[in-house]
């Protein structure tokens, strides 16, 4: 047993975090060799995590927490006393906060994770369900939410042991949406913000959930001092959210509101990299000389919206056979929660529909044009070696909460000697800031789609580069380490 005095010893030693992060997925992963023993280490995967990790910090001052969402994973949490970790001395190229993984029981990470968080809150926020059918709330989705708030209690007890008195915290995303106002409850001497990557459903539409669910979800958030969100669009949801279920909306000052943009001088250095270089030359003889390029970089989401934008492209060559041999459209459709039957079902529809656009507009008198070429094998090295070519980028989510892709493609392709065009849905966050010098479409729109992509192609070529210019500007201006801060900074200013 621990004395008191060594209780008060261990708890002053571990809250010293000055600054946390709590997210889902961490700045590093391992892998476990086979037989166990040996770890190998690499950095995590995902949007959040590729914005996040550049982010500078103290180790002794700072701290991430996650899950543990491997067996390798699980393995490095409990070799290392309390899951904590030093990035620092794990891979050259990361520095800043030390990780604290957590080895939540599988089944529970399961249940909260597929059962809830992608399954439920991910298509409610984007609008998904096909509601004569789906969803259909439960026994097995209340044992599910159970877990999900076992699953946001591990993260916020895990929260309070490693804060100092009086830190900051940034907790990320709708996977714990509950643990603000559980860490509210163990640490009120808090400084709390909450950040949603995602969008915000309407109140007609959040109100599929069950009623004591929703409550708890916007009451979970609201434990936070700072609600925040990536646009207006989606902080007004909330709010709306907020009045139509708990009968109030959140208390002045409590919605932020930070866009989210890119790095460019690191991703601007990393695209003129070796890899890169050698992917775009075999992307070149691929496409042949001459052709303009339409270029698409996703996730088989199902909110990114695929299959309507390969039709819109095959719309567009039956209604302007003029393009034929004169374009072509790299598509790369990088696969995604392949544990879930509807990803699954939704990448093979993909390439369904790709070898049908291949078969249709396969002719002699175009000899070695290939019109589509689609890759799902994820490689990021050849994603930037596609921006580099890109003439037209095509983003057409049904829902995104941002869409950093849209900000990415003119950053590379100006940095390249480039100019590209940018057919964009009006449902993307980027459209905020992006709208005025992009092709707009209604997502759901397939004959309009493919006219903004001929819009997009017959843009002269002053149009495009002054265009071009001034999106690759509003990309780069609010990168993850500026919008960091100025959360932190305004949790300080509280």
């Known amino acids: 047993m621990v004395s008191d005095s060594g209780e008060s010893q261990r708890n002053q030693s571990v809250r010293s975090a000055r600054v946390l992060l709590a997210s889902n997925r961490g700045p590093v992963s391992f892998r476990l060799a086979a037989g166990g023993g040996e770890l190998t280490a690499s950095r995590g995967g995902g949007g959040l995590v590729s914005g996040l990790?550049?982010?500078?910090?103290d180790p002794g001052e700072a701290v991430w927490v996650c899950a543990a969402l491997s067996a390798g994973d699980r393995e490095a949490?409990?070799?290392?006393?309390?899951?904590?970790?030093?990035?620092s001395g794990l891979l050259d190229q990361d520095g800043g906060a030390a990780v604290r993984m957590l080895d939540i029981d599988p089944e529970t990470f399961h249940a909260a994770y597929n059962g809830v968080a992608n399954s439920t809150l991910w298509f409610v926020q984007h609008m998904l369900y096909a509601t004569p059918t789906s969803p259909a709330f439960g026994p097995e989705f209340a044992a599910q939410w159970r877990a999900f708030e076992a699953y946001n209690r591990a993260f916020a007890e895990a929260l309070a042991e490693e804060a100092a008195e009086g830190a900051r915290v940034l907790i990320q995303d709708y996977h714990l949406c509950l643990a603000p106002k559980f860490l509210r409850q163990?640490?009120?001497?808090?400084?709390?913000?909450?950040?949603?990557?995602?969008?915000?459903?309407?109140p007609d539409y959040f109100r599929i959930l069950p009623d004591a669910v929703a409550a708890e979800i916007l009451e979970g958030m609201l434990g936070a001092d700072r609600t925040c969100f990536l646009t207006r669009r989606w902080a007004d949801a909330f709010a709306d959210c907020c009045?139509?279920?708990l009968g109030r909306r959140p208390a002045p000052g409590q919605l932020g509101v930070h866009s989210l943009g890119v790095d460019a001088p690191a991703l601007i250095e990393r695209s003129a990299q070796p890899d890169v270089a050698r992917r775009e030359q075999e992307l070149r003889a691929a496409v042949g000389e001459g052709r303009q390029v339409l270029v698409r970089v996703d996730r088989t989401e199902l909110s990114k919206n695929i299959v309507r934008g390969l039709e819109a492209y095959a719309q567009l060559l039956r209604t302007h056979p003029e393009w034929r041999g004169k374009i072509v459209h790299i598509a790369f459709a990088y696969p995604s929660r392949t544990d879930l039957a509807e990803y699954r079902e939704y990448?093979?529809?993909?390439?369904?529909l790709a070898k049908e656009i291949e078969v249709e507009f396969?002719?002699?008198?175009?000899?070695?044009?290939?019109?589509?070429?689609?890759?799902?094998?994820?490689?990021?090295?050849?994603?930037?070696?596609?921006?580099?070519?890109?003439?037209?980028?095509?983003?057409?989510p049904i829902r995104d909460g941002m869409n950093l892709v849209a900000k990415e493609i003119p950053i590379i392709a100006q940095a390249a000697g480039r100019s590209t065009a940018l057919v964009l849905s009006r449902e993307a966050g980027a459209y905020a800031e992006l709208a005025a010098d992009a092709f707009t479409v209604n997502p759901y729109d397939v004959t309009a789609t493919a006219e903004a992509m001929h819009a997009a192609l017959s843009q002269n070529a002053a149009d495009r580069a002054a265009r071009c210019a001034r999106l690759a500007e509003a990309g780069g201006a609010l990168p993850p380490q500026k919008w960091f801060s100025q959360q932190?900074?305004?949790?300080?200013?509280?």
């Open 53 to 57: 990790s550049s982010i500078e910090a």
């Open 77 to 87: 949490a409990r070799r290392s006393p309390g899951g904590r970790l030093d990035r």
């Open 186 to 202: 163990l640490r009120p001497d808090l400084r709390i913000g909450h950040f949603s990557h995602t969008p915000w459903a309407p």
């Open 243 to 245: 009045q139509a279920v």
């Open 347 to 352: 990448t093979a529809s993909v390439q369904r």
């Open 362 to 396: 396969a002719s002699p008198e175009h000899p070695g044009w290939l019109p589509l070429m689609v890759h799902v094998e994820d490689d990021f090295a050849r994603s930037l070696a596609a921006y580099r070519m890109a003439d037209v980028a095509v983003v057409n």
């Open 488 to 494: 932190l900074e305004a949790l300080e200013e509280l």
